[in-house]
């Protein structure tokens, strides 16, 4: 058995062959991060022998052709986090970084852990996350926009004061253009203007983007719109940060990922844990979002976060208590929707549970 270790880059690939049993070094490449050097890379591993696995750092930016190529090819592939790279670098007794280096520290990582996730081509989910990653830069680029023209207002005309978070709203953009066609020309109306007319072309793409997202959800997740608090876009984050949920053979494996598992800091006869600051934001946001959604609107969360605080937790360890608790039926409805399932239309029952 040969472990393939791959230090990812923008411009080449470099590949170190172990062996599993040993780990010692058996051969050693560089080639150009294109078809051409995926070709020569699949050539070098043919010649190491059949049995084989390839390690690559999980920098999927830089690694997402190269792992195309080799699933493509048939190969087998597990994707190393960078953190346990660095650790084996670290455990080396030579010092120095390099390629070589550090694809020998991915090939000896993935050696010692039995547990790495095996890479996959790329799935809807792909699709869904390009979608929400847009739409959130063209929400930052807004936001930006909408405090400029603000203080621009205001030196223009003190009186134009738009409500808070008014400005992605076409009926007071309508106003506010009318408003502007009334005051007398000058450069800061032309720019006032200008940017008016910019907020409004973001707007209308950032809601394009949304009504993209909807029938990709209500096809591939339409369970999860069932949850109260769970809306389009929290559902797309849910897709697209978890991807595939047999990732995860435990529901607790996704808490741990998600940031939600409480980490056990007992020592002695004290009995504690403590907030998990790790694990995926995004998705931690998300089922953040949601937990708060319920704990405000729905009857069996705002019990649940009831009997959390009669046992002495507090507001916020009540509402990490239910983001743990959510995860669990979280975890049960992204394995269904594994299984085809046609495109419906789904609305949240009122008394839809929220744990299980």
């Not at 750092?57 to 080799?70: G, I, P, Q, Y």
């Not at 847009?134 to 738009?162: C, F, K, M, S």
């Not at 793409?205 to 929290?234: M, S, T």
Request: with cysteine.
């Amino acid at each position: 058995m040969v472990v393939i270790g791959i230090d990812a880059h923008m411009r080449s690939h470099t590949a170190v062959a172990v062996e599993a049993g040993t780990g010692r070094q058996l051969a050693e490449l560089t080639v150009a991060a294109d078809e051409l050097g995926h070709r020569r890379l699949l050539e070098f591993a043919t010649r190491l022998g059949d049995e084989r696995e390839w390690a690559i750092e999980d920098c999927r930016n830089l690694s997402r052709h190269l792992e195309k190529a080799l699933l493509n090819a048939g190969e087998r592939v597990v994707r190393v986090p960078p953190k346990l790279m660095a650790r084996a670098r670290r455990s080396e007794r030579t010092f120095g970084k390099s390629d070589p280096i550090d694809a020998l520290a991915v090939a000896r990582a993935a050696l010692r852990e039995s547990d790495l996730p095996v890479a996959q081509l790329a799935g809807v989910e792909r699709e869904i996350a390009l979608l929400l990653d847009h739409r959130a830069n063209l929400i930052v680029e807004r936001t930006r926009l909408q405090g400029r023209l603000r203080w621009l207002l205001y030196e223009l005309d003190p009186t134009i004061d738009p409500a808070g978070r008014s400005l992605d709203n076409y009926q007071v953009l309508d106003r506010l253009k009318r408003r502007l066609a009334k005051q007398p020309p000058s450069v800061l109306l032309r720019i006032c203007r200008e940017l008016l007319a910019r907020i409004r072309e973001l707007t209308v793409q950032v809601r394009a983007l949304e009504r993209d997202l909807k029938p990709l959800v209500v096809r591939h997740a339409a369970p999860l719109l069932a949850v109260p608090g769970v809306g389009i876009i929290n559902a797309a984050r849910l897709l697209a940060e978890v991807a595939d949920i047999r990732r995860f053979r435990t529901e607790a494996q996704l808490a741990l990922y998600a940031g939600v598992a409480p980490l056990d800091a007992s020592s002695g006869r004290q009995l504690r844990h403590r907030l998990n600051r790790s694990g995926n934001r995004q998705l931690n946001a998300a089922l953040h979002m949601i937990a708060l959604t319920q704990a405000r609107l729905h009857p069996p969360a705002r019990e649940y976060i009831a009997r959390r605080r009669a046992d002495g937790k507090t507001g916020k360890e009540a509402i990490r208590a239910l983001k743990r608790h959510l995860i669990r039926t979280l975890y049960r409805l992204l394995n269904a929707c594994r299984q085809p399932r046609p495109a419906i239309e789904v609305t949240a029952a009122p008394n839809a549970p929220c744990i299980t």
